[in-house]
């Protein structure tokens, strides 16, 4: 199969042409902080417990300085540390991920309407689409959500990886064809 070119399907069944869509990229932090974000927006669990235990937080260290009249310096800087915890998690996580795929190479991503087949230099993986139950547009990516409840698996296609703006319509209307726009 040519690089976004049409095909047919394999029974030879005349008039449905589908479109394959390659990407080409390198893994970067950004992609997976994106994966991680649309995942935390879909689910809000993670979302909602974060700003509860910084609610909890903020109403502790008010409670320990209006008791004692001035803030306390313990209490301060923990609070200080659970804020950077709190805003820096996704990021250690994106980081973290980074060393499990940088290391990999280049990614090469093939996605037709029998799924999605990535390769790498050491391993290729191919999912059909009922792994995903939807997926969500970003200003610069892609993001297919996986179907089990706790969206363990993410897969992140950074829009960077298309070799032209017609293949994002094309990759777009595949997208749409096979899942949902969550």
Known sequence: ???GRSTRDIDGTAGQEHTEVRLTYRPEPADTLAG???R???????????????????GHWLFSTVRHGAADVVSTVLFVFVVLV???YPRIQAAHVQRLVGWQGEYRV?????GITCANDHS???QQWVFFQGYRETAGHFVL???DPNIMCLDVLPKRGAHDAGDLDRLRALLDEHTNRV
């Open 1 to 3: 199969m040519g690089e």
């Open 36 to 38: 991680l974000r649309v």
């Open 40 to 58: 935390e927006r879909i689910k809000r669990t993670g979302l909602v417990l974060r700003w509860v235990f910084l609610t909890l937080w903020v």
């Open 86 to 88: 709190l805003w820096g």
């Open 110 to 114: 093939s996605v037709s309407p029998a």
């Open 124 to 126: 290729t993986l191919f």
């Open 145 to 147: 959500l996986s179907r």
